[in-house]
């Protein structure tokens, strides 16, 4: 089977970086994406790395390390609008995703 | 593009009735994916198609679901009968299989609730 951890909750302030973590355990990995949610919307999408190494976007950079299992997604000079929660979601068998239970982020002023 | 399109937005139901919840995907894409959110169990994959034939339905929870995509801009998902615990949002995605990202863009969602 699949399984997916990132921490439950984050708080950080404004103008502040944070990285969220993701572990996952799965076969027929193909990638990995990150996907944000604010409250009562729908996700949308963020990023994803099929390679080791880091793809950044803007303020948002992501993570990949396959050997390890592991990525992070970063996000820099953080504002208010940032708050949100953040899903990383593994691709397996081709066009498969399995999600996280998501990452709270409070940015506090 | 409009993007995904889903209906109904919102949904009440009594307990044993039927529900079919649907969704326009975008134009050109040939991925569909139906997903179900509640605070308990997360973004949980239902049944995702390729060119309109079902793929993986693994995530349907049980006999009760059923989920059909009979062209490339439409589907449906359909709950007979509806029970409390079905009670979700239930978001419809699209993608372009085969695309560097495989960026899934989701619909608004259809909140279900079942009493």
């Known amino acids: 089977g699949q399984s997916l951890e990132q921490p439950s909750e984050v708080t950080a302030v404004e103008g502040a970086i944070v990285q969220i973590n993701c572990t996952y355990q799965?076969?027929?990995?193909?990638?990995l994406s990150w996907y944000q949610q604010h409250d009562g919307g729908a996700p949308t999408f963020l990023s994803y790395?099929?390679?080791?190494g880091l793809e950044e976007t803007g303020r948002f950079s992501s993570f990949l390390s396959r050997s390890d299992s592991y990525g992070y997604l970063l996000l820099q000079e953080l504002q208010m609008k940032d708050s949100a929660s953040y899903f990383c979601a593994v691709r397996v068998n081709f066009n498969k995703f399995y999600f996280g239970s998501g990452t709270k982020l409070n940015v506090k002023p | 593009d409009a993007g995904v399109i889903q209906s109904p937005r919102h949904e009440v139901t009594e307990m044993g009735q039927e529900v079919t919840l649907r969704c326009k995907p975008i134009?050109?894409?040939?991925?569909l994916f139906w997903y179900r959110q509640t605070m308990m169990r997360g973004l949980e994959l239902l049944i995702y198609?390729?060119?309109?034939?079902?793929?993986?339905d693994s995530g349907m929870p049980e006999d009760r679901f059923s989920a059909k995509m009979p062209n490339a801009s439409f589907s449906t998902l359909k709950i007979q009968p509806s029970e409390p615990r079905d009670s979700a949002v239930y978001f419809c995605?699209?993608?372009?299989?085969?695309?560097?990202?495989?960026?899934?863009?989701f619909g608004p969602g259809t909140r279900l609730t079942v009493t």
């Open positions: 995605a699209s993608s372009l299989a085969g695309g560097v990202y495989q960026e899934q863009y």
């Open positions: 198609f390729n060119n309109n034939v079902p793929i993986d």
């Open positions: 134009s050109g894409h040939n991925s």
């Open positions: 799965t076969s027929g990995f193909y990638g």
């Open positions: 790395n099929a390679l080791d």
